[in-house]
């Protein structure tokens, strides 16, 4: 299998562009039921069935979920995380040679992520099993953390010795995955670490797995974006200048290359696969079955 290309971005954070020989579906996978209905598979174990209930905007998404989750990282010992090191390099690795994990073909980003709104590690995670609902915003929008098993108590043993390295400021970072349509973080691992850090009053560390878009898509937007850009400043160059004409060019040319800068690695839409194409990738072949680029189901 061909390894992926990594590109290094800032903070110790990378891109990966996995190549065509794994077209997907990839084990870990959403797969479509109905306009309302998904479930998450792990090889041809379903983890999620999610419904949404309600009409207009703002639905209730009900999810039942089961057990068999199977981590794409392998488990961290005391050694490993003293040692340290470059968390997001480290993951990238394991998430290539995996048979758990959602990669496939395209673009892909992992960076340590440790900023997030007030009530993600709280109100917004969810913590009941095996039943949740949770309130999808007006567009769908959730943004919270879904564990895909239940977090432990925080004196479970394993959870105690992980407050220890939490305290000591050691502690290896969860996996999250983010979501587009949930607009939410799927937790791949590191449901003990993530407990452990909570009874400690602490943020988890994390490194957060995102889909990014594909060269094509990227610079296609690009261009539209390059030719409206173009067109305000030639409407402003058509105006008798002033005292502010050069800061106002100033500005249009600095949002111009922010935006321009961020295009490649901005969140892309989490494929939704058809189902039934899952065995091949789950047995770690190749179905040759393409991701399904459709609007994502209408219950998220």
Not at 53 to 64: A, I, N, P, V, Y
Not at 249 to 256: F, I, M, N, Q, V
Request: aromatic letters at 6%; charged letters at 20%; proline letters at 11%.
């Amino acid at each position: 299998m061909t390894r992926a290309t990594r590109e290094l971005l800032p903070a110790g954070g990378l891109a990966l562009a996995v190549p065509d020989d794994r077209p997907g579906p990839p084990p870990l996978r959403f797969e479509r039921v109905t306009g309302r209905q998904w479930v998450l598979r792990q090889g041809e174990r379903p983890l999620i069935q999610a419904r949404s209930q309600g009409e207009g905007c703002c639905r209730d998404l009900s999810m039942h979920r089961l057990p068999g989750h199977r981590s794409p990282l392998p488990r961290l010992t005391a050694a490993m995380m003293r040692a340290g090191g470059n968390w997001p390099h480290r993951y990238a690795r394991w998430l290539e040679e995996t048979e758990h994990g959602p990669l496939h073909h395209g673009r892909w980003r992992l960076t340590t992520r440790t900023t997030f709104a007030p009530g993600i590690w709280s109100c917004d995670l969810v913590q009941d099993w095996p039943h949740a609902t949770i309130g999808l915003l007006c567009g769908g929008g959730w943004h919270g953390v879904l564990p895909l098993r239940p977090l432990p108590a925080p004196g479970a043993p394993r959870v105690k010795a992980y407050r220890k390295h939490a305290r000591e400021g050691i502690l290896a970072p969860v996996l999250l995955w983010w979501v587009s349509f949930l607009d939410g973080w799927l937790l791949l691992d590191g449901h003990d670490r993530a407990a452990a850090a909570l009874a400690e009053g602490m943020q988890p560390p994390c490194v957060e797995l995102v889909r990014l878009p594909d060269e094509a898509d990227w610079r296609a937007t690009a261009e539209e974006i390059t030719a409206a850009h173009e067109e305000r400043l030639a409407r402003l160059a058509a105006h008798p200048g002033d005292p502010h004409t050069a800061h106002r060019w100033e500005t249009l040319e600095r949002g111009y290359g922010d935006v321009i800068s961020t295009l490649p690695y901005d969140a892309d839409t989490t494929p939704v696969f058809e189902p039934g194409h899952g065995a091949a990738a789950a047995c770690g072949g190749q179905s040759g079955a393409a991701p399904t680029r459709q609007d994502p189901p209408d219950a998220p």
